[in-house]
């Protein structure tokens, strides 16, 4: 029997990853007793090396495919790729790590009666035709592209995280994550933020894909982790809610502003757009305002500019 205090046991998969670690973090600083799991497939132990000497963290090379077993009052589902390279890389494998991470993690929160919060994305809205995105829009998916594999992944594990609720009573809570970008984004990951900031630190040309003006919104990584556990740690609303900064921007936009705040004399250089990219993304987070009591409050030069500054000092150092 778990006992029934404030200071929790949770299970965060993809604990070692850019947002994971993140989480980790702010759960010990909570008081929490943490069990991250990871295959360490899209990140390295880098970003969890701080935490290790704390009695209360523990590290499992685990692949959320397999089952896996431990008494834990509540599981942070977020084992997964989610830059389009790495998801890309082998999209068989991203598919079953939405699908059966999803089936694995709800059958463990069945069993030991935890509570299951699913790190769920934009994603499910495709290429959006409704703007700005709003819970209640089913969405515009491929799901034949080369996107697919993480956006029908996402989206059967959204499925099963309501048919356990509906059907074996599981107590859930679904966060749809808007475009995060922050401090421990690995430096290769291909996602936009990481792209320009490495770039403009290392005077290379900022790649646009497509004429750039394709938009998304960027929230920055604390904000998003509070977003996260205020979701988890509220009774009555299971979502899904969207969790992103509604500020939204061109990636033209996102390229001067990296430009001017690290100083770097790179030039913007374009590139082909790749398949399926969806033109345009900003999140209603009126759900999350109403429900949490949450909204974002770092603005993008502000976040980029504390983000820049942790990536200095891996892409000079
Ligand atoms: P990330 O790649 O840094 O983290 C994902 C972690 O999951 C990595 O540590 C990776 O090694 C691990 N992982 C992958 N496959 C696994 C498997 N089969 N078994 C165990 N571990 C596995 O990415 P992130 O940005 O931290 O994303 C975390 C979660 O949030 C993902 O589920 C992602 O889909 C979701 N999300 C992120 C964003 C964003 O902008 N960062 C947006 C929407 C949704
Ligand atoms: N993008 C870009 N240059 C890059 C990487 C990405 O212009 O070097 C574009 C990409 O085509 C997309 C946007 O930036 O329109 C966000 O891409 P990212 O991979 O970060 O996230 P997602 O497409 O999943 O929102």
């Given at each position: 029997m778990r006992k029934q205090t404030a200071s929790k046991t949770?299970?965060?998969?993809?604990g070692a990853g850019f947002l994971g670690s993140h989480l980790c973090?702010?759960?010990?600083r909570d008081g929490h007793t943490v069990i991250a799991l990871d295959n360490l497939f899209s990140s390295t132990k880098d970003n969890i090396a701080p935490l290790l000497k704390n009695q209360r963290f523990e590290f499992v090379r685990h692949d959320v495919v397999e089952p896996f077993m431990a008494e834990v009052d509540q599981i942070y589902n977020l084992a997964c790729p989610a830059s389009p390279v790495h998801y890309q890389y082998?999209?068989?494998?991203?598919?079953k790590t939405?699908?059966?991470g999803a089936i694995n993690m709800l059958g463990l929160a069945k069993r030991v009666k935890a509570r299951i919060l699913q790190a769920s994305t934009s994603e499910v809205y495709g290429d959006p035709n409704v703007h700005p995105?709003?819970?209640?829009?089913?969405g515009n998916v491929n799901c034949i592209g080369p996107r697919s594999c993480y956006d029908e992944g996402k989206r059967v594990a959204e499925t099963l995280m309501m048919d356990y609720h509906r059907q074996n009573k599981v107590d859930i809570r679904i966060v749809r994550i808007f475009n995060t970008y922050g401090p421990r984004m690995q430096l290769d990951d291909g996602r936009v933020v990481s792209n320009f900031i490495v770039q403009a630190l290392r005077g290379e040309d900022l790649t646009i894909y497509g004429d750039g003006l394709q938009t998304r919104s960027f929230?920055?990584?604390d904000d998003l982790i509070e977003g996260m556990v205020r979701m988890m740690n509220q009774d009555g609303f299971i979502g899904p809610v969207n969790l992103g900064n509604p500020d939204e921007f061109t990636m033209q936009q996102l390229a001067s502003e990296v430009i001017r705040l690290t100083g770097s004399k790179s030039r913007l250089v374009q590139r082909p757009l790749p398949a399926d990219d969806p033109k345009q993304r900003k999140p209603d987070i009126a759900l999350a305002h109403d429900r949490l009591a949450w909204t974002p409050k770092v603005?993008?030069?502000?976040?980029?500019?504390?983000t820049i500054e942790e990536f200095r000092a891996r892409v000079t150092g």
């Open positions: 949770v299970l965060v998969t993809g973090e702010r759960l010990l082998n999209p068989v494998k991203t598919t939405s699908v059966m995105q709003v819970e209640s829009y089913w929230c920055f990584v603005a993008l030069a502000e976040g980029l500019r504390r």
